[in-house]
């Protein structure tokens, strides 16, 4: 019997500033073999002697031999991880739970929906249709963040603004005396989009309170609910359907989730 | 199948002929009302006649603390923990106990299997003994009676002047051979009746809980509760678990622990960040009582409760599982029944 609770020793081969907040880690597992993951799922990843937490996968699998982990300085784990380098051991997991079935999205246009950190999980979603790019119609991209001080994966926000073939909109809450883009909550650069809605994927990720608002403003443009898809946020201690420590209802997120269709989630109180 | 009478003053014997052949282990008394399962060491020390321990034998199979790996600082090298199989008879379990044991095995088999709690359940044998239902029994309304046999190696039924003993298993019957005792031929006497009940048939419960989500005794018992979770320790059912990592005082070597954990407790559902996504007392009590009834219920099709009473018994607020099943069978009973 496989033991479910033993990480694999991997090493941090990289490491970037993405915001004050976000650090970026590229992690290598011995050997240099692959995650073999799904956009959208997630790893544990341990620090002996701190303890182990989730996180969402953020590189796309077609980006071979290293993984990425976007990470958020807010806790005591993340808080000595932020303080290592490249080259030093931490311990790998997974990757757990369902991911983004990227094979129902093929031939359709894909809209992302990304607020603040959830941006991290869904860029390997948005990574793995630009290696696919002939195989999705339409990529566009909505992305809100508090302030344009906290805009993660610059560089890649630039390219997808020069490609011709992406539909990228940004919008901040505030932004400061040099911002030039829109302000405004991410709700209000959704009227103003010409979807073909039958035809277009939709996806949400983001802080618990946007889902609501982006549900209804979706809703009211007349998306069909089974044209939408949600990544939910859980501190899955264990990983594998035992802990106890996700469950909505009667759904476990790190064996159902975290990624949902929006129809099987609408039925789960608590979810958002 | 032939029963065989054992007498109260051949008890001790023959729990000294079960230790020749396992480890036993058994209720004993602690304090002035507890009751809890040790390792037999004096057989004159066992009570077979209890009302329930404060603990259920899930704390051999699923110990309170329970290393998961060791790991060095020095060089980030981790170890395997020794499990070993608990491997010993479980004597004078009581039926709703062992139906509890099932559920767990369903818990940590399904799905992925969990090596450690697998391997502990190794060789465990079960020898039951009828119980007299308390105040807050109350596992007849969800299909356990105090003389239920399901399951178990070696069952004893309380009889005048002792116990009418019959094996169920080979290794039940195993377990009694080279024992003298005379063939009991009369009638197991009826169980005592139970002095609580859920109103409702227990294949009825899935349905009540359908309507139950936004009733009022959520908001209730919530005043009274203060959330410290006592009712998951307890609960023989229960299996949620935390991780933590402990360091050696010599900061070279530590080892990965998970723990018991409790759903009524605020951090459970907290997230990296301070989200907590069961925030309110209610919403916890609610979660705590929807997965003994329905969440895996539905999965399972039986309930997740085996009645045994202790949440509430052991309940510092008096919070009563039944007296919340019963207002939610009640008004769904209520809200069902057309106008007249």
């Known amino acids: ?272 | 199948m032939t029963r065989f009478l054992l007498t109260e003053d051949k008890v001790i014997t023959f729990i000294e002929h079960l230790q020749k052949q396992k480890n036993v282990f058994a209720p004993h008394k602690r304090g002035t009302n507890s009751f809890a399962f040790e390792q037999v060491s004096d057989p004159a020390s066992v009570m077979l006649d209890y009302t329930r321990t404060l603990h259920s034998v899930k704390k051999y199979f699923m110990p309170p603390r329970e290393q998961l790996l060791s790991f060095s600082l020095t060089d980030n090298s981790f170890a395997e923990p020794t499990v070993d199989p608990v491997d010993a008879i479980f004597l004078g379990v009581h039926s709703y106990d062992l139906q509890a044991v099932f559920k767990l095995d369903h818990n940590f088999s399904e799905g992925n299997p969990e090596k450690n709690y697998l391997k502990r359940r190794e060789g465990a044998l079960f020898v039951g003994v009828t119980f007299a239902p308390d105040q807050w029994h109350f596992s007849g309304s969800v299909g356990i009676n105090p003389n239920d046999a399901d399951g178990f190696d070696v069952f004893l039924f309380a009889v005048e002047n002792g116990y009418a003993v019959e094996a169920f298993t080979p290794a039940g019957e195993s377990l009694l051979s080279g024992f003298e005792m005379s063939e009991f031929n009369s009638d197991i006497p009826a169980a005592a009746d139970f002095n609580q009940h859920i109103y409702v048939p227990q294949g009825k419960l899935s349905e009540v809980f359908d309507n139950a989500w936004d009733n009022e005794v959520w908001e209730e018992t919530s005043k009274e509760c203060v959330g410290c979770g006592t009712c998951n320790m307890v609960c023989p059912t229960c299996y949620c678990f935390n991780v933590e990592d402990g360091v050696d005082v010599t900061a070279t070597v530590g080892q990965r622990e998970r723990h018991w954990d409790a759903c009524m407790t605020r951090d459970f559902s907290e997230v990296a960040g301070g989200e907590v996504f069961r925030e309110e007392l209610a919403a916890r009590q609610r979660h705590r009582v929807y997965r003994k009834f329905k969440y895996i219920s539905d999965k399972t099709g039986q309930p997740w409760c085996v009645g045994c009473g202790r949440c509430t018994a052991s309940c510092s607020a008096k919070i009563s599982i039944v007296n919340i099943v019963n207002k939610l069978v009640q008004d769904h009973e209520q809200a069902t029944v057309a106008p007249v």
């Open chain 1, 1 to 272: 019997m496989k033991d479910l609770y033993f990480p694999v020793m991997a090493e941090i081969t990289g490491v970037k500033q993405l915001s004050p907040m976000e650090k970026l880690f590229e992690i290598t597992l011995p050997g240099g073999v692959d995650l073999e993951h799904d956009p959208g799922q997630f790893v544990e990843l341990s620090l002996f002697g701190v303890g182990e937490a989730p996180f969402s996968v953020s590189s796309s699998p077609t980006r071979k031999g290293t993984f990425e982990l976007g990470i958020r300085n807010v806790g005591m784990l993340t808080d000595v991880l932020h303080r290592m380098e490249a080259g030093e051991k931490v311990g790998i997991r997974g990757p757990f739970g369902s991911g983004f079935n990227v094979d129902d999205f093929k031939g359709k246009d894909v809209m992302i929906v990304a607020g603040g950190i959830g941006l991290v999980p869904v860029r390997s979603l948005i990574n793995y249709v630009l290696d696919n790019r002939d195989d999705f119609g339409r990529l566009i991209i909505l992305y809100g963040s508090k302030t344009d001080k906290d805009l993660l994966f610059t560089d890649e926000l630039q390219q997808w603004t020069d490609d011709p073939k992406v539909e990228y909109h940004v919008t901040v809450d505030s932004g400061s005396d040099d911002w030039t883009g829109n302000t405004g909550v991410i709700t209000t650069m959704i009227p103003g989009l010409d979807l073909d809605l039958e035809n277009t994927k939709c996806v949400i990720v983001g802080p618990p309170i946007m889902y609501r608002f982006v549900l209804l403003s979706l809703n009211s443009k007349g998306m069909p609910e089974e044209n939408i898809y949600m990544s939910l946020e859980r501190r899955m201690k264990c990983g594998v359907g035992k802990c106890g420590h996700c469950q909505i209802n009667s759904s476990y997120v790190c064996q159902d989730g975290p990624v949902y269709h929006y129809p099987d989630l609408a039925d789960l109180q608590e979810a958002l």
